[in-house]
């Protein structure tokens, strides 16, 4: 029998979403830069083999909020504030990755998104069409949630979400969630010794889903496990694969795509009745 992880050397059409703990150094906050070249010259290279490639990265919010400093007046508007972190963040993170990526001659776009590109068919469509685009040029979108105007209503609210729902529109054939954690666990490793590794999920059952709404993410960013397993539902219910890896050392990229057995595999299994657009009309955070 072929070992299912030789079928990652085809993959075609990638989407990598990296958290802001991933990117930042966990004394000061401050972006890493050294895992940011990293992880665009794993990118460039991938294109390099004629894939095409997304980034889905966080880091806005955390950013800007390292930037300024924040007033005691200001305090009691926190949705403000988030939003004024994320103008100034979103730009200096752009700033920084285009630097890098310019340095591997590799062009790079930016595209914001709200829970509305989904769920407007209008929008829909022009960010579809944006992305096969982008594709057709060679470039690497960056994608992050437009948080600057992303408030409850119309907010994804994580990007392991937003990254499924970015898999699903530009029809990607596998979606690479690099977080601090190896891949999904029976149970916390973190508090249960027992926790045994999980290196296939053939499907994605109530009761694993169940599992993950008990676990807790990092202070950085806003996924825990329930969001990576929520991300999984959609992604493979779009027939898109998804795995699970930790980002400590970035060049687990290439070593996946190599059919090297890292991380968590959640093979898809698609379901023609899933509809994206009424899917994320109806999500909402918990
Ligand atoms: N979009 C947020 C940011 O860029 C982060 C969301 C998340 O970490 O999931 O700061």
């Known amino acids: 029998m072929t070992d299912i992880r030789e079928m990652m050397k085809d993959k075609k059409r990638i989407v990598i979403k990296i958290g802001s703990s991933s990117l930042q150094h966990e004394q000061t906050g401050d972006l890493d830069y050294t ?8 990118l460039c290279d991938l294109r390099n083999q004629g894939k095409d490639v997304v980034l889905v990265t966080s880091g806005a919010i955390a950013v800007g909020r ?35 990526f310019a340095e591997y001659n590799q062009v790079a776009a930016q595209i914001l998104m709200t829970k509305n590109t989904i769920v407007d068919n209008l929008n829909r469509f022009n960010a579809r069409n944006t992305f096969a685009e982008l594709f057709k040029l060679g470039v690497i979108p960056i994608v992050n949630e437009n948080d600057t ?84 539902k959609i992604a493979g219910s779009m027939g898109v694969d998804m795995v699970i890896a930790n980002s400590k050392d970035i060049k687990v990229i290439h070593r996946i795509l190599s059919g090297k057995k890292i991380g968590t595999l959640f093979l898809a299994s698609p379901d023609e009745s899933f509809d994206l657009p009424l899917y994320v009309q109806q999500m909402h955070r918990e």
């Open 149 to 232: 105007v992303a408030t409850y209503e119309i907010e994804i609210g994580d990007n392991d979400t937003l990254s499924a729902i970015v898999a699903s529109l530009v029809g990607a054939d596998l979606l690479l969630l690099l977080s601090d954690i190896d891949g999904l666990y029976t149970d916390d490793p973190r508090k249960n010794p027992d926790a045994r590794y999980i290196e296939v999920v053939e499907e994605l059952t109530e009761e694993l889903l169940g599992m993950g709404k008990a676990s807790t993410g990092s202070d950085a960013g806003t996924g825990g496990m329930n969001t990576k397993l929520q991300a999984a």
């Open 66 to 100: 390292k930037a300024v400093s924040l007033k005691d007046a200001q305090k009691d508007n926190p949705i403000a504030v988030k939003q004024a972190y994320a103008a100034i963040g979103q730009a200096r993170l752009m700033m920084t990755y285009q630097k890098i």
């Open 35 to 42: 895992k940011l070249d990293v992880l665009v010259r794993e």
